[in-house]
């Protein structure tokens, strides 16, 4: 069976820009994907340099922790332009690494677990993030602007084009009979 992401999202991916003495793997890059609902999940992308140290402190933007939505039409939400900070990672070696939203849109909710406190070490769960970055360690659910021209966002490229782009093996879940209808 076809994972979550697979089955119910649509993967995009903003490289992050090469730096002169940087190597390629070391890009920022963020994922975006996008549910059926049109909602967005903002996360790190598994080429991000982040995954790869040891994070000291995940710091939110005051705008950020503070936006709260209520309402069908979600009113109240932060807006967001493509490259607002919605937070900064910072690592045990010193150096920091901006999130972005990539899209325009409105933040809906920011993931409260790379914020709060663990109660067992008394610290944030900071191995969510490394460990399930994809999954359970996003950064952000943003609602976009322009939720039919998704797609269209400057700088966005596909799930494949990520994978070719990066040198990253393409790994997907088996198909089943009855996630054949489904497939594109």
Do not use: W
């Amino acid at each position: 069976m076809r994972t979550v992401l697979e089955r119910y999202y649509t993967q995009y991916y903003m490289l992050g820009e090469e730096q002169p003495s940087s190597k390629v793997e070391e890009t920022e890059d963020h994922y975006v994907n996008q549910h059926t609902n049109g909602l967005a999940i903002i996360g790190v992308a598994p080429s991000h340099p982040v995954l790869k140290k040891e994070i000291s402190k995940i710091e939110f933007q005051e705008n950020s922790m503070n936006s709260e939505v209520s309402g069908i039409k979600k009113r109240g939400g932060f807006k967001l332009q493509k490259e607002t900070i919605i937070c900064k990672i910072y690592c045990s070696d010193n150096t920091q690494y901006n999130i972005r939203s990539c899209i325009k849109g409105k933040l809906l909710e920011i993931n409260k677990n790379l914020t709060e406190n663990d109660e067992k070490h008394n610290n944030v769960n900071f191995s969510l993030l490394k460990d399930n970055s994809s999954t359970s360690g996003f950064i952000a659910i943003v609602e976009p602007l322009i939720q039919a021209k998704f797609i269209e966002n400057p700088g966005l490229i596909s799930y494949d084009d990520y994978h070719k782009i990066r040198n990253i093996p393409v790994t997907k879940g088996p198909v089943f009979l009855k996630d054949t209808s489904l497939e594109d």
